[in-house]
């Protein structure tokens, strides 16, 4: 059942009683996109001229759009300013209004909505009518309404709350109150609502936390979620107790340490006289601890233990799976545990795989506006079709698959994957979850799956010759199939291809388009200011002084928000090879990649990721020594002028 939404101010959610019909049913759509264009304009983010071009282009269209979309469309906001600008700018606009204006569903939808809310006869919010009749999501109309209210949107998960801030209050107090705490700021404290709008509860949590309370919007079903868990957490930890001073208890708090620092793998290290432990943060080994070289066999056999593998063998290279149960939050990680027999006893690395339910959208994966542009209506609104996305292990190619899925993810598609492990857990599509002890493979789950009817397949990884066929297959009869494939850059996914045998004419009639990724690590804004690169920086990149004109390079100098590394997050840059038929020509005369990259550089708008890269330092996201670090160097750069331009910005 869907959980009671935040949806209690008349004045902002209820719609009038009118008829759809109306010939006046439409103007506040207009009028909610003049209102947005109003703030866009007095932000600075947009100028009248722009207003009226999109506004000629809006009464040209062939289908209606609204302009925040059309403005949009252009590249001339993108999504993420949207969002800051709406949440800045809190407009007094009917909920129904600003979904359409800003594209989460259509004005027939709408009016179905109002027809909907009129016949229960106020029993039931328009949000709830949207939600429950599969208009939109529970999460976007959460959204939107941060947006109209202007709070903060929350999506705790445990992990992510302040236990102290939690046990201020006993559980049936956030229970009756609709509300949960989730972590000191500067600013004061922040409190996850149901319904932020609601004094009554608004009061009770300033009598627990003080008047310094920032509200934010939650959904009821993930306040009831996070309750729950730390009712478990309490029950556990009274029943167990504290158990630090243990081989388990250390291999509890190592885990549970990466998780609250998000890392991604642990690496627990046996040296002559130590054993070291580390975390890969935003794709970086920083150390965490030292222990004493006596702990090695026996938190190694602990971890062989749980990850079901042969604590005898010690002379082999093994690996193994395990979930791990975080006491605190309740919530349970899945990680894959390697172990390397080495000089001073056997290397453990752990890859910590959480399932995750927050998909990321397109729009916020870090692909420019052009780019995002012709990704989506070249690629991902072509009916049928490969789409490859490639790079190393740990580039986020998962994250951008998923947030191509929850693009295409409606109500008339069928959409099945086959994954090992599934890491994000979607509503709305079939996902399977490969297990070779039991006979799940690749091969046995890709047989089937052609045979569910699917207008989508999403294959986890192409790995060999049979999964590379079976995508090719697939798009020859009319499935659009996405994949991941761990190649260099965009040209090497056409190349690895062809070294499996598939047939270049089969590529060329299969493969809409490769794209390839890398994640760099963001500059840290708390720290970050100007600098000049040295010039054997410009050297390592073919530059001179004067192509890096108008560039807003930053570095960070350190602080303790970053742990003084200068840079905290990830950011992802990305090369987009769209198969044209002169790219498609040159790969069936079989030139080299270099002639290739050329080709689509020329003919197809290709930029490479070391000019993405380029592109994001200059504007003061990242660093060229970062970018340097993490992408090939296929060849020259272009001045940074001429990739602004091709890249829309």
Same mark, same amino acid.
């Given at each position: ?32 996109? @003049? ?5 866009? =304009? ?68 709408? @009016? ?13 919010? +328009? ?80 009598? =627990? ?54 890392? !991604? ?15 890969? !943060? ?184 049979? !999964? @590379? ?44 388009? =490769? ?93 490479? +990721? ?40």
């Amino acid at each position: 059942m869907t959980a009671p939404l935040p949806l209690h101010s008349q004045e902002l959610v209820h719609e009038t009683s009118r008829s759809p019909a109306e010939p006046s049913a439409q103007k506040p759509v207009a009028d909610t996109g @003049a209102a947005i264009a109003r703030v866009l =304009v007095q932000g600075g983010h947009v100028t009248e001229d722009q207003i009226r071009y999109a506004r000629r282009v809006q009464s040209k269209l062939p289908t209606p759009k609204t302009l925040t979309s059309v403005l949009k469309e252009l590249g001339i906001i993108s999504a993420k300013q949207l969002r800051e600008v709406l949440i800045a700018n809190r407009l007094e606009v009917r909920i129904g209004d600003l979904l359409v204006e800003l594209g989460h569903i259509g004005l027939d939808d709408l @009016a179905t909505a109002i027809r909907i809310q009129k016949e229960s006869q106020g029993a039931k919010k +328009l949000g709830e009518v949207l939600v429950e009749s599969q208009f939109i999501t529970e999460q976007k109309l959460l959204e939107v309404l941060s947006y109209q209210l202007g709070f903060e949107l929350f999506d705790p998960s445990p992990a992510d709350i302040d236990r102290e801030l939690f046990h201020k209050a006993p559980p049936h107090w956030y229970v009756q109150h609709r509300f949960v705490p989730v972590k000191r700021s500067t600013e004061g404290i922040l409190v996850a609502f149901a319904d932020p709008l609601n004094t009554e509860n608004r009061d009770a949590a300033a009598k =627990v936390f003080g008047e310094g309370v920032l509200a934010g919007i939650c959904s009821q079903g993930a306040i009831n979620e996070l309750i729950s868990a730390f009712g478990r957490m309490q029950a556990r930890i009274g029943a167990e107790g504290p158990d630090e001073q243990t081989v388990t208890g250390i291999v509890n708090s190592i885990i549970e340490e990466a998780m609250k620092t998000g890392a !991604s793998d642990i690496h627990i290290e046996p040296m002559r006289d130590r054993l070291r432990v580390r975390f890969r !943060s935003d794709g970086v080994l920083l150390h965490h601890k030292d222990l004493g070289s006596d702990l090695t066999a026996a938190l190694t056999s602990r971890i062989k233990i749980l990850a079901k593998a042969d604590i005898a063998d010690k002379r082999r290279h093994q690996g193994g799976r395990l979930f791990f149960e975080d006491r605190w939050s309740g919530s349970t990680l899945d990680l894959r545990a390697s172990f390397y027999v080495t000089v001073w006893g056997e290397k453990t690395v752990l890859r910590l795989l959480n399932k995750k339910s927050h998909v990321l959208n397109l729009e916020e994966i870090g692909m420019l506006p052009k780019v995002l542009e012709r990704f989506r209506e070249e690629a991902l609104d072509i009916p049928s079709g490969v789409i490859l996305i490639t790079g190393p292990t740990g580039s986020g190619k998962t994250t951008t698959l998923y947030g191509c899925v929850s693009y295409l993810n409606t109500l008339d598609t069928s959409i099945l994957t086959a994954e090992d492990p599934a890491e994000y857990l979607i509503d709305g599509i079939s996902q399977c979850s490969l297990d070779p002890k039991i006979g799940l493979t690749y091969e046995e789950t890709l047989r089937h799956m052609v045979r569910q009817d699917p207008d989508i397949i999403v294959v986890g990884e192409i790995r060999d010759r049979f !999964s @590379a066929d079976t995508c090719i297959q697939a798009a020859l009869t009319g499935h659009k199939v996405m994949t991941t494939f761990h190649t260099e850059d965009s040209i090497g996914g056409l190349i690895r291809l062809l070294n499996m045998d598939i047939e270049a004419f089969m590529i060329s009639s299969t493969v809409v388009c =490769v794209l390839a990724q890398r994640l760099v690590r963001r500059v840290c804004p708390q720290c970050a200011e100007p600098y000049l690169p040295r010039p054997a920086e410009l050297l390592r990149i073919g530059y001179g002084v004067h192509d890096l004109n108008g560039a807003s390079l930053m570095a960070g100098r350190g602080c303790s928000q970053c742990s003084y590394t200068g840079y905290k997050g990830r950011v992802g840059i990305f090369e987009l090879l769209v198969l044209n038929e002169i790219v498609k020509d040159g790969l069936l005369n079989k030139k080299t990649s270099y002639e290739i990259r050329k080709l689509s550089v020329e003919t197809s708008g290709m930029v490479t +990721l070391l000019e993405d890269g380029i592109a994001k330092a200059a504007m003061g996201e990242t660093t060229i020594n970062e970018v340097l670090r993490h992408v090939p160097r296929t060849g020259a750069p272009r001045p940074i002028n001429e990739i602004r331009r091709s890249l829309g910005i």
